[in-house]
Structure formats: C-alpha cells, structure tokens
C-alpha cells in the first residue's frame, strides 16, 4: 500500500469536472511535483487530499486510512499539511506569534481543549521552525514589515511547527528572486529528509532541481508520471505544456 494513495478521485464544480476520476500515488520520502497548465486541476487535487475541498466522488487513503470524510484539522494532526497558493500570515502578528499559533495548534490537537501547553515547550518548537527558514533572527518582526520572500519562509515555518509527514507546497516560489529560489530548494532538501513533499510548481527549473518524480496535469487528469528525464522527453507532456 502506498503512503497516499487516490483512487479515481473526482470533483465536479456544476458542469465544469476540476478531477476527473484520478489514481495518484505517492510514496514516502519522495519529492514528487506536480505540474501542467494553469486550471489542469492540481490545486483542486491537492486541497481534495488535505481536506479544503471535498471530492465528488473517489475515495483517498494516507498511511493506511481512509480520509476521504475526515475534516481537515483531523488530516492536519495525521500529518497532512498545507501551504497555500496565496500567502496566509497574519499580517499584524510578529513572525514569532504567527508560528506560535501554528505550534499551539500542533501541541494541542487530539488533546482535551482545556489542556495546558508548556511555554518552554511552546518557545522551543516556535524557535526551531524559525531557525529552520533561517528567519530566527525576526522574532519580533510583524509579518506585514516582513519582504514577500520572507513572508513565504514564514508561512513554511507555520507548516513546519505543525510536524508534516506529508507537506504540500502551492507554487511556494511564485513571485521569489532567484537567489530566494536557490535557498528555498536548499530549505525543500532539508525538510524532506524527514517529510514527504507534494509540490506544485510552474518554475521548471525549480521542478528538475527538486524531483525525483513528476506528474503532469492536464484537463483535469494524470496525463504522464515519471523521472524528469522521461517527462522532458514526452511529446504529449511537451505538447499540452512545455509548449516545445
Ligand atoms: N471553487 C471553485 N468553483 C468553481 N470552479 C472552480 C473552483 N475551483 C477551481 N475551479 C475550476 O476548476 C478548474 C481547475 O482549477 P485548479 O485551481 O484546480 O487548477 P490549477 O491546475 O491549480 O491551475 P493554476 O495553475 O492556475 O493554479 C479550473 O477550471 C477552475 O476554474
Ligand atoms: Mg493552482
């Protein structure tokens, strides 16, 4: 059994069929992207898989259990995290509160409400997530003072507060600069020696770097799976969206 698993996974807005009966697989330690073009679909996939948007039809196991009903926060505490297409800091809040609050949420879930969290151990999670993206330095920084690269870093750390086996990663490095670009794939290295990532990504050169396996989207379907060697030689892939 795979670690995530879709079988023939579907979600229809009215007329429009987003996923159409999808089998994805996914297996753990894998860099895995997902790309193709703009409405293919992979963002209705992934929010199907983490529990933003539920499925039409299909069914999803992670790590053994059938998740296709469970309600999101539910997936969050078995590991399934989510960083969105669209930066989600709380602008008003210091980098520190704003993975605090991820953390808090880490700590407590499956806990009685009234459950009391250590603030050492608060600190102590809050600190490593943002040493990890390299912003431990900005503790005090509200994210709104915080550069759109960083902010994203921020958002990375919230993810990491929230101890992800598998992270899903939406366009992460849309509007980063180059030199962002190389220190996020040095950051994506890292978490993946001990997490899963599921990464949509329009940046080719950020998808060859990553890899180690590609699944291209096309109408709403798997249209090729393989190592990026097999898909940049792939006339249909190359076709509907390399644009060769
Ligand atoms: N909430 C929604 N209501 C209606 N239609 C939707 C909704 N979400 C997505 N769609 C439609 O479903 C299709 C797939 O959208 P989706 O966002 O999954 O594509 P995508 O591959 O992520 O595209 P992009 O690369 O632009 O992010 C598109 O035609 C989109 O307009
Ligand atoms: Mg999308």
């Known amino acids: 059994m795979s670690f995530l698993e879709t079988k023939s996974l579907t979600r229809r807005f009215g007329g429009l069929t987003a996923v159409d009966k999808v089998d994805f697989r996914l297996d753990p330690g894998e860099i895995r992207?997902?790309?193709?073009?703009?409405?293919?679909?992979?963002?209705?996939?992934?929010?199907?898989?983490?529990?933003?948007?539920?499925?039409?039809?299909?069914?999803?196991?992670f790590d053994g259990v059938d998740i296709t009903h469970l309600p999101p926060w539910e997936r969050v505490a078995r590991g399934i995290v989510y960083t969105f297409q669209?930066?989600?800091?709380?602008?008003?809040?210091?980098?520190?509160?704003?993975?605090?609050?991820a953390a808090q949420r880490a700590l407590t879930l499956g806990k009685a409400p009234w459950h009391a969290i250590d603030r050492a151990t608060l600190a102590a999670s809050v600190s490593s997530a943002l040493e990890r993206v390299e912003l431990h330095e900005r503790h005090e920084t509200p994210a709104a003072n915080l550069p759109y690269g960083h902010q994203r870093l921020l958002e990375v750390a919230m993810s990491l507060a929230l101890k992800p086996k598998l992270l899903v990663l939406d366009e992460p490095t849309q509007g980063l600069s180059e030199a962002e670009i190389t220190n996020f794939c040095k950051l994506v290295r890292e978490i993946a020696a001990d997490a899963t990532i599921l990464l949509i990504e329009h940046n080719m050169d950020v998808v060859m770097e990553l890899a180690q396996r590609i699944t291209v989207m096309n109408n709403g379907a798997i249209l090729a799976e393989g190592t990026p060697a097999e898909i940049t030689a792939n006339a249909a892939v190359q076709q509907a969206y390399l644009g060769a």
């Open 33 to 61: 992207a997902v790309i193709g073009p703009n409405g293919a679909g992979k963002t209705t996939l992934v929010s199907m898989i983490c529990g933003r948007v539920a499925p039409s039809d299909g069914a999803i196991q």
């Open 86 to 101: 669209i930066t989600s800091v709380f602008r008003n809040l210091s980098c520190f509160e704003n993975v605090a609050l």
